[in-house]
Structure formats: C-alpha cells, structure tokens
C-alpha cells in the first residue's frame, strides 16, 4: 500500500482509506441492519492489505458503523490503525451535547482515544452556531487530555464558507468532496490548494460521486477504450485524485470484500504527480461527457432522508440519472416504477422544504422532483 504525506502534521497514512458509510444491510426482525459478518470482513481485509486510516461518523449507517468499526477493530486491530470519526454537528444543541455524544462515540468504538476527530458536515450556517457553543475549546481540551490526536473537520458548501472555516481556527485536517467532477463545486480545487498551502492534509469523500464515476456511460467509456492504456473507471477516477500532491487520503466506501481487493489493488499504483499530459486531457474530455449527460448532483448521501413525506428522494435522482446516463430516459422506466409501487413516488412532495434545508450539495431538490415525475412517470 502506498502511503502519503499527511502535511503539518508529520505523519503518513495509506492513499487508500476505507470509508464505513457502505456497508452491506440485511433484513432482521423487520428492519434494515449491518451484515456485520461481511462488514467486518471488509474492514479486516483492508487493514491485512495496509490500509491505516478509518472513516466512521455517528450517523452512518443509521448509528450502527461505529459499533461495527468496533467489533472489527477487537483481537489487536486498533493498534494497526488511525479512527477518523464526527460529532454530529446538527444534532448539538448545547454545550454538554459535545462532551455526550464524544462518549458515546469511545463507547461505541470501544477505544480510549479518537485519533481524527472531526466535526461533521461544516458549513456557513452551521460553523457559527457550533463555534458559539464553544466547540474550539472543546477541541483543544479533548486533545490536551489525549482523547483526540487531531481536530479536524468535514466540509459541504462552498469555497467562500470553506476559506472562512479553514482561517477561524487551527485545524489539523480538513475533509472535503472532490473528484474530477467537482473542481468548480463545494470548496473544489481552489479549497484543495489552500489547505494544501497552509500544510494541512486533505482527506477525500465522494471521490466516486456516490458510485456514479464507477459505471461509465457509452460516451463515457467511449473515451475510455480509446485511450492506449486500458484502466477501469475506478481506477481512473482514483489516479486522477492521488495524482494531487495536497491529497492525503482518498475515502472509498467498500460493500464487498471484492471491491475491497481491487481499491488495494489500484492505491498500490498511484503516485503524485504520475498523470501524465494526455492522461489529464483525457480526464478532462470525461468531465464534459459526464456532464453532457447527468441530470441532478445528488450523490446519494441521504442526508435529505427520511421525507416526512415518504419520498425516496435519492432513489427518484438515482432512477433520473441513470436512465440519462445509460439511455432509459422514457416513461414507465423500471427504477421509477419500483418507487411508484414501494409508495415513494416524488408525486408525493408536497414541498415542505425539509429536504432541500438538509442537502449538503444545495440541490434545487423540490423543482428537481418535479421534473423526475415530469420525464419519467
């Protein structure tokens, strides 16, 4: 596994860092669980191949990853390794709600210490509110106590909040989401190059999109088969990510431990700066295909779920883009149907505005719905 610079701070972590939002679910007693066999599975493959960096959050996976994470990390795995998981930003409404949800969180880790601690999902309306609740010191307490190694934070806005987050304190690392899609989007590349120039590592999600880079439409792949050297999607998202000097960790959220082997597989040949001329170019021509052809940026974070409404808002985006991208785009499409029948239909907003005051990509979600019905029902 190759490893990277994590900048100011001295240290280095593998390029490939399993994120733990992904994991399979299986129906128990009515309800959608972890497959924690298989998860930890995954979780022990990426560390027996050199994986050192964990992504978890308090949320993720309906509150059930940490406790995976947990289990994974028993029988001399915690040693191996460095946890990155979040404070729950949103859900903070006082003070005492800093140190609570932390203790939770040792407790669902099962561990002492939390090496990246980030505060989750920063934003503009968002940094001011938990700053006043004396998050800083909380920061700065938790590391002089040695329960965190690093304060750091996750970011989905854009570049202007990003500049006024990255200046208002002294972070360790930041997180941020970028691909080759995204350099114009949330803090984009300009958000990368200032991290990177104050020597903070950045730590990379949604390098994929939400799995949407992984599958190459024709036009797409077109590109692709052309080029002399054959790589998967993946692989070419993935290069084009490590190929920045700024980039520390590059986030993959792995469902099986197939895909596990392939990520090992590609982060053991990526290098800074080995994107060559025409690779770049190529790279470049993707971009402007994809967005030739996608519908709506919803990553399928769900962070716009549950609709009070019942409307399965990343499943309708999900459903619009693909018949885009993959040429389904007709009434009666097979996706839409599913939603249709399940009670989930976007017919059912009645435009509350809940999910769009949610949505970390600021999606014009009400209007975006309508025109899902609109093409596909």
Not at 167 to 192: C, P, R, S
Not at 227 to 250: D, G, I, M
Request: charged content about 25%; proline content about 4%.
């Amino acid at each position: 596994m190759k490893m990277r610079s994590f900048g100011k701070l001295g240290i280095s972590g593998s390029a490939f860092g399993l994120g733990c939002m992904r994991f399979p679910m299986v129906e128990k007693d009515g309800k959608k669980v972890v497959d924690e066999e298989n998860a930890i599975r995954i979780i022990r493959t990426a560390i027996d191949g050199g994986v050192t960096y964990l992504d978890t959050a308090y949320v993720y996976l309906g509150q059930q990853s940490e406790r995976v994470v947990g289990k994974a990390l028993q029988d001399g795995y915690r040693e191996k390794v460095t946890i990155a998981t979040k404070l729950p930003t949103w859900l903070v409404e006082k003070e005492e709600d800093l140190q609570r949800f932390f203790d939770e969180e040792l407790e669902r880790l099962q561990t002492d210490h939390i090496d990246f601690y980030l505060v989750h999902a920063l934003n503009a309306q968002r940094w001011p509110k938990i700053k006043a609740l004396g998050v800083c010191q909380f920061l700065d307490r938790l590391k002089a106590e040695g329960k965190i190694r690093y304060a750091c934070f996750s970011f989905h806005d854009n570049y202007q909040a990003f500049e006024t987050i990255l200046g208002d304190y002294d972070w360790d690392m930041v997180q941020i989401q970028y691909n080759f899609m995204d350099i114009e989007n949330q803090a984009g590349t300009k958000g990368l190059e200032l991290a990177g120039s104050k020597g903070i590592p950045v730590v990379i999600m949604e390098g994929l999109l939400g799995g949407r880079l992984a599958v190459a439409p024709d036009n797409v792949q077109a590109l692709y088969d052309a080029y002399p050297v054959k790589r998967s999607p993946v692989e070419w998202a993935f290069r084009w990510l490590c190929n920045h000097p700024q980039v520390a960790t590059v986030l993959s959220g792995c469902t099986s431990v197939e895909q596990v082997r392939d990520n090992l597989r590609i982060f053991d040949a990526v290098e800074p700066g080995a994107m060559s001329e025409s690779e770049l170019d190529l790279m470049d021509r993707v971009r402007e295909a994809y967005r030739s052809r996608t519908k709506v940026g919803c990553t399928g974070c769900a962070y716009c779920m549950p609709c009070p409404q019942g409307v399965d808002i990343p499943g309708a985006f999900s459903a619009w883009n693909n018949a885009s991208l993959y040429g389904g785009l007709e009434k009666g499409n097979a996706d839409y149907k599913k939603l249709v029948e399940a009670g989930k239909s976007p017919k059912n907003c009645v435009e509350c505005g809940a999910c769009m005051a949610a949505c970390p990509q600021h999606i014009e979600i009400i209007d975006m719905l309508k025109n899902v019905t609109a093409d596909l029902d």
